[in-house]
């Protein structure tokens, strides 16, 4: 592997971890129960991550694995991205099942309504 190449990789990291809301990589290290200087190598160039690695790093940060180890893909993981689809598809049909217990016909102007009559009574 090329320095440049294992530089993206540990910047990857470093960048995914700083996403994640890690302000120090002793943060990060301390929150997946790992040596600061091992996490430490990893993010600095100093050490190679393998696949294992980049699977434990990815679970934290919530990034893809295989973006981390070759910039390729989505970053996001994809479980994350399958867990806000389903967020938003509960939350739509709960808006269908409101309206219609509230005795209304389901379309885009009741649906619209509800959300804006939600939001105020949420004081956003």
């Known amino acids: ?39 430490q190598a990893h993010e600095n160039g100093n050490r190679n ?8 790093y990815g679970a934290v940060f919530k990034v893809s694995s295989n973006w981390l180890l070759s910039g390729e893909g ?9 867990n806000n689809s389903q967020k938003i ?3 739509v049909y709960g808006a269908f099942a409101a309206v219609e217990a509230m005795g209304h016909a389901v379309n885009a102007e009741n649906i ?4 804006v009559r939600l939001y105020d009574l949420e004081g956003r």
């Not at 989505?74 to 399958?82: F, P, Y």
């Not at 619209?112 to 959300?115: G, R």
């Open 49 to 56: 991550f393998d696949s294992r690695d980049a699977a434990q």
């Open 74 to 82: 989505d970053q996001h993981a994809a479980d994350e991205i399958d």
């Open 89 to 91: 598809k509960r939350a």
């Open 1 to 39: 592997m090329s320095n440049s190449a294992a530089s993206n990789i540990h910047s990857r990291l470093r960048q995914a971890r700083i996403n994640a809301g890690y302000r120090s990589a002793a943060a990060a290290a301390d929150a997946m129960k790992m040596s600061h200087s091992t996490y």
């Open 112 to 115: 619209s309504e509800a959300a």
